[in-house]
């Protein structure tokens, strides 16, 4: 670890932190923070910006939580019998910049500490599960990965003895490498980041007032602004905007909905005042009943409109993210060199249920893509992994592995095991052939039989080139020789399948020399039993 000569909190710690990917943003870069989501942290990185935080959150948060961690920085000394300084330290790991933060490290960085304010729920989550929340962890892992310690003191306190819980946490091997390929992940989608406006918080924008309609009966109409209302009322719906495609349009919409329906109530209102002055009117109630209906008619359609594209949005976000995996996937078989990638679960629907404006939906989509592709690149690398471990082990006797599309999933060690296991068995059957070759055939079995299946040898068995595509399959070799053998036996013995879906084929000139192969095998093992007995 680089240590920095740095003030925690100094403009100069500020512009630093920009340039690096540091402790603190590791839960928002995993999609696991509820105070900063993984597009605000991106959008803040690639345009150097920091967040902006109130007077109230200053005051009451950020300021707090320097004194508080002043006293608690006392009473953890005490209880480690060390002293602990803040320091900033960097790292580069796998190209990545990082950086952390530490509220204290011993001098040797063989132990760090971090605080965090009195929190209720933090407190209950820690002495549950004695261990940091998924909010949390990220941070300490990168505070371990960056200084070395062996582990860091994780406390939660208001700075007294009373209200003072603390859990040593230590490194998980599953959650740094989930950290390392994040980060990765991050570095990859913030070079491919093309900043928006960040636009505000819709506010529904004012909506013209009707003018008020009064209408005053004494058997007839005797007064009435009717023919103001009326035009007024038809110009303020045919204004009305239809097509929603910006989080301002749905709020306008919806505050309109809203304004509609009360229009169509006072109206009702005025209808009935008027009829309790007069028996009936038919113009003033003809022209009242119009405008309802126009108000009532555009109302409904506004309110299928916000509700069918929101649906279409949200349609539209999802197929894009899974198309996005798709895209991920293919390009991670490229690298691979062969379509061995699975499927690669990923919950688009699950992940913007409930989200209500369309950068929370565009938010939660891409974060659980990002997640989906640190996970696929996990499984890529693994894949590599053994593909390599495969053709260093196998040298010259890939014949023995035609699954390899289904043994290159295993993990790494059962793949190292099965190799060794099949390359051990096909030498057995190599040596029980040679021995075989060497023996007289039994007294009980007649030379002519054996003579009749006696293929080429071994060697020309394996450098010999069938013509033509194979069609002879492995039910029709088992029917032909009337007991059942494995297409495994069969590759031990020098004769790999080709595949074709679930079919195992073989070229049909292999029959004989199958049939010898098997002749010598079942010979061989015979003589090493006799041999056993004798």
Known sequence: MKTLNLVQGSPEWIATRSKFFTASEAAPMLGQSDKVKRNEL????????????????????????HEVEAMARVIVEARLGEDLYPSTGVLEVDELPLLASFDGITMLEDVCWENKLWNAALVDYIQTHNDAPASHWPQLEQQLLICGADRVMFTVTDGTEENFVSIWYQSKPERRDLLIRGWKQFAEDLANYVPTHAEPAPVAAAIMELPALVVNVEGRVVSSNLDAFRSSASAFIQGIKTDLQTDQDFADAEKTVKFCSDGESKLELVKSQALAQTASIDTLFRTIDLVKEELRAKRLELEKLVKSRKEAIRTEI????????????????????????????????????????????QDA?????????????????????????LKTLSGDRAFLFADEATIIHKAPDDLAMLIKSRIDAHELAERQREQAAQAQPPLDLQPSILEQVKPASPSSISKAKPKGNPTLRLGMINDRLGFTVTAQLLATLGFPAHSEGAARLYHEEDFIPICGALARHVAAVAANEEAKAA
């Not at 197929?319 to 699975?342: C, W």
């Not at 919950?347 to 929370?360: E, M, R, V």
């Not at 893509?369 to 593909?387: V, Y």
């Open 318 to 361: 999802i197929m894009k993210a899974k198309q996005a995996l798709a895209d991920h996937l293919n390009d991670l078989d490229k690298q691979i060199g062969n379509r061995y990638m699975p499927d690669v679960p990923a919950d688009f629907a699950g992940a913007i249920k409930g989200k209500k404006t369309l950068a929370s939906l």
């Open 42 to 65: 991106l959008h803040m990185k690639a345009t150097g910006t920091e967040r902006e935080f109130s007077e109230w959150v200053q005051r009451n948060l950020l300021d707090k939580g």
């Open 365 to 389: 989509a891409d974060t659980e893509l990002a997640s989906a592709k640190i996970a696929a690149g996990a499984i890529a690398d693994k894949i590599m992994a053994n593909l390599k471990t």
